[in-house]
């Protein structure tokens, strides 16, 4: 796996690269750690979409949730709340080993 290489825009009213505080334009991310975040991620994404349905132990109460919501409301929060993370997901699987474009660092 290649390393992650952060490729940010170029400003148009100044015509330089735009670069965050701290960070070093060209930066390469280990591949170890690459894997990592990607993991935790996919972890993160899981979490969400799984939370109100199976019981985690002291993490939730789905007995709780289903009596205070219908199936349908569950349904729909599960997507709404799960929608942004799982296209960044998606987004970050695509551009895995590759440069990822700014929009998603």
């Known amino acids: 796996m290649a390393g992650l290489v ?3 825009g170029v ?3 100044l ?8 960070c070093k334009l060209g930066t390469i991310m280990h ?3 690459i894997g990592a975040l990607f993991a935790l991620q996919c972890f993160h994404v899981l979490f969400l979409a799984l939370h ?6 002291s993490l939730n109460d ?10 349908h409301k569950l349904v729909g929060g599960t997507l709404i709340s799960l929608t942004p993370f799982a296209i960044g997901l998606y987004a970050s699987a695509i551009h895995l080993g590759g440069a990822y474009p ?4």
């Not at 015509?15 to 701290?22: E, I, L, V």
């Not at 789905?62 to 199936?71: D, E, F, G, W, Y």
């Not at 700014?102 to 660092?105: F, G, N």
Request: hydrophobic share 40%.
């Open 6 to 8: 952060f490729d940010y």
């Open 11 to 13: 400003s148009r009213e």
């Open 15 to 22: 015509g330089r690269k735009n670069k965050p505080t701290g």
């Open 31 to 33: 591949p170890i750690t």
């Open 52 to 57: 109100d349905w199976i019981p985690l132990g």
């Open 62 to 71: 789905v007995k709780a949730v289903r009596m205070a919501n219908p199936i």
């Open 102 to 105: 700014s929009w998603l660092v």
